[in-house]
């Protein structure tokens, strides 16, 4: 049975509380629905950084594609779709473009989620700088500030992942002004911000503790106080047992797919696949069935579907059979379904720009990791690059003339790399962090 991989640099945990407005304790280091039940943290201030307030309702923006990146001048544009930024800069949020820079974070090389740094890198030059010395989860982009998460205290007890805390912060693009706006009520991940609410998924994949059970990879909201901080975090679902592998906006609707959601999340099996409701939770539809029927194919988990022009497209996995995967495209409401490609082993990196669907996909001959495009009328698939033999973490993000993806070969000097290269693959260049 196919190996299921997580990103290892999402090793994240919770409990479930209010948030409370506190002072950042990282610094930078270089220039530049239903209510859950919850409680208030508490505010633990630190000495030496800045709180600042900033309206943050209302649609969230594209990242600006051109120009400087400080506080002062970043004047972002409304994408003409409401998610090609996003996918654009990665729907693992590991990686995040505005303007010219790329940012990115590189954690220890023990593989400790709490221990290591962020760079902005130039996608022209490639000169980098550290804006920041902890890994910044989560990042978004949103009227002039980069939102993220990240560790406050990480035990590492996978039993107990509620003990850890995390912090929901932001800065300018530059590095500077950051503050802590509050603590997190739960460990998140896939996470934007539209129309005043943060959206994301809880990410706790088990628990001693049963009080926490409740809270296993379930769709959530926040409303964004004034100053950036969060209010408490609001169910989209009643249902406990509704647990989503991913999520997303789309004109006014939110499309996420249902899986297990591990632990003590019960889902029937006729209730997997893509679903569709508005922002709130109501009018919940399902659009999406798992394809013919099959009970050995699912769409992939961890962020693989995306929706662009009208079109959903998504990956489906065969667990019986590693070369086997597809990706499949189809309208909104499930009809028009149309195969791209087959005979894969699809991993991470699902992604667009200008007509073609990018992917990783696994090389069981060669034991190497490749990096994929298809036509999105399913026509001129081609392998751009074949990456190392370790286990590969690849985060695609695409400009207009450029592919910027990280890898992670894990066992190496250096674990964590960054690369540009055109969008069909040629000039691939080392971007130094």
């Known amino acids: 049975m196919k190996r299921f991989r997580f990103l290892s640099i999402l090793i994240i945990a919770i409990m479930l509380a209010g948030c409370g407005t506190e002072t950042v304790n990282n610094s930078a280091t270089a220039p530049g629905g239903t209510t859950g039940a919850t409680v208030q943290a508490t505010a633990r201030p630190t000495d030496g950084y800045e709180t600042q307030s900033i309206q943050t309702e209302g649609q969230t923006q594209s990242a600006p594609t051109s120009g400087n990146t400080s506080g002062t001048t970043a004047k972002p544009t409304a994408s003409s779709s409401p998610v090609q930024n996003e996918i654009k800069n990665g729907p693992a949020n590991n990686l995040l473009r505005i303007d010219n820079y790329i940012y990115t974070y590189i954690i220890s090389n023990?593989?400790?989620?709490?221990?290591?740094?962020?760079?902005?890198?130039?996608?022209?030059?490639?000169?980098?700088?550290?804006?920041?010395?902890?890994?910044?989860?989560?990042?978004?982009y949103n009227n002039g500030w980069i939102y993220y998460?990240?560790?406050?205290?990480?035990?590492?007890?996978?039993?107990?992942?509620?003990?850890?805390?995390?912090?929901?912060?932001?800065?300018?693009?530059d590095g500077s002004q950051k503050n802590l706006l509050c603590k997190l009520p739960c460990a998140i991940r896939n996470t934007f911000i539209q129309d005043g609410y943060l959206y994301a998924i809880t990410d706790i994949y088990s628990s001693y503790d049963y009080e926490y059970n409740d809270d296993i990879q379930r769709p959530v909201r926040f409303k964004m106080n004034s100053d950036g901080s969060l209010g408490n975090?609001?169910?989209?679902?009643?249902?406990?047992?509704?647990?989503?592998?991913?999520?997303?906006?789309?004109?006014?609707?939110?499309?996420?797919?249902?899986?297990?959601?591990?632990?003590?999340?019960?889902?029937?099996?006729?209730?997997?696949?893509?679903?569709?409701?508005?922002?709130?939770?109501?009018?919940?539809?399902?659009?999406?069935?798992?394809?013919?029927?099959?009970?050995?194919?699912?769409?992939?988990?961890?962020?693989?579907?995306?929706?662009?022009?009208?079109?959903?497209?998504?990956?489906?996995?065969?667990?019986?059979?590693?070369?086997?995967?597809?990706?499949?495209?189809?309208?909104?409401?499930?009809?028009?379904?149309?195969?791209?490609?087959?005979?894969?082993?699809?991993?991470?990196?699902?992604?667009?720009?200008?007509?073609?669907?990018?992917?990783?996909?696994?090389?069981?001959?060669?034991?190497?990791?490749?990096?994929?495009?298809?036509?999105?009328d399913g026509t001129g698939y081609e392998v751009l690059f074949e990456g190392g033999a370790g286990y590969n973490n690849i985060n695609l993000t695409l400009t207009e003339k450029y592919i910027i993806y990280g890898e992670t070969i894990y066992g190496t000097t250096k674990d964590d790399n960054i690369y540009r290269m055109n969008l069909d693959g040629s000039d691939r260049v080392k971007l130094e962090p």
């Open 233 to 376: 975090p609001e169910y989209i679902f009643n249902d406990k047992n509704i647990a989503a592998a991913d999520m997303l906006y789309y004109n006014g609707s939110l499309y996420y797919t249902r899986n297990s959601g591990y632990g003590y999340v019960e889902t029937e099996y006729d209730d997997f696949g893509l679903y569709k409701c508005k922002p709130d939770g109501t009018d919940n539809i399902k659009i999406g069935k798992i394809l013919n029927g099959k009970h050995n194919y699912f769409i992939n988990d961890h962020y693989w579907f995306f929706i662009y022009d009208d079109w959903i497209y998504y990956s489906i996995e065969d667990l019986d059979n590693d070369n086997n995967d597809a990706i499949y495209k189809m309208r909104l409401d499930g009809t028009g379904i149309m195969l791209l490609c087959d005979g894969l082993d699809v991993r991470d990196g699902l992604n667009y720009m200008d007509g073609w669907v990018y992917f990783t996909s696994w090389n069981a001959t060669k034991s190497v990791y490749m990096l994929c495009r298809v036509k999105n």
């Open 110 to 140: 023990d593989n400790k989620p709490d221990e290591g740094e962020t760079y902005r890198i130039d996608i022209q030059s490639g000169h980098s700088e550290r804006i920041n010395d902890v890994p910044m989860y989560n990042m978004m």
């Open 149 to 173: 998460t990240y560790y406050i205290t990480y035990l590492g007890d996978p039993y107990h992942e509620e003990w850890n805390e995390l912090g929901f912060c932001r800065m300018k693009p």
